[in-house]
């Protein structure tokens, strides 16, 4: 079974799939909301690289925007946003604390 890099706005995911068409439903099942923005067949093991904990700029991605997303799909639950900004961004829970609160104060 061939691996594949796909390369999402906020990861680079690599993994086994049979097809491209699988390895796009790797990302689609890991990261719904994400669009794919490279795939390429590969010849490794499997990993999965948070672009922002390596420091890379994301293209197109605003902490205010995606943390008021966050807030809206936890319907103003904090810790629930918390949690969803750290799991679309990668970032670690103070910097994701701070973000969702920040926001919430100026009424997301």
Same mark, same amino acid.
């Given at each position: 079974?061939?691996?594949?890099?796909?390369? *999402?706005?906020? &990861?680079?995911?690599? /993994? @086994?799939?049979?097809?491209? #068409?699988?390895?796009?439903?790797? %990302? /689609? #099942?890991?990261?719904? +909301? $994400?669009?794919?923005? =490279? !795939?390429?067949?590969?010849?490794?093991?499997? @990993?999965?690289? /948070?672009?922002?904990? !390596? +420091?890379?700029? *994301?293209?197109?991605?605003?902490?205010?925007?995606?943390?008021?997303?966050?807030? /809206?799909?936890?319907? +103003?639950?904090?810790?629930?946003?918390?949690? !969803?900004?750290? &799991? $679309?961004? +990668? #970032?670690?829970?103070?910097?994701? =604390?701070?973000?969702?609160?920040?926001?919430? %104060?100026?009424? @997301?």
């Amino acid at each position: 079974m061939p691996l594949f890099e796909i390369e *999402t706005v906020a &990861h680079i995911i690599i /993994s @086994w799939a049979v097809d491209e #068409d699988a390895a796009r439903q790797v %990302v /689609s #099942d890991a990261y719904p +909301g $994400e669009s794919i923005v =490279r !795939l390429t067949r590969r010849p490794r093991d499997t @990993w999965v690289i /948070s672009k922002s904990a !390596l +420091g890379l700029p *994301t293209s197109n991605q605003d902490p205010c925007y995606t943390a008021r997303e966050c807030l /809206s799909k936890a319907a +103003g639950d904090k810790v629930h946003a918390i949690r !969803l900004y750290m &799991h $679309e961004t +990668g #970032d670690d829970l103070e910097r994701a =604390r701070k973000v969702i609160e920040s926001n919430m %104060v100026m009424g @997301w």
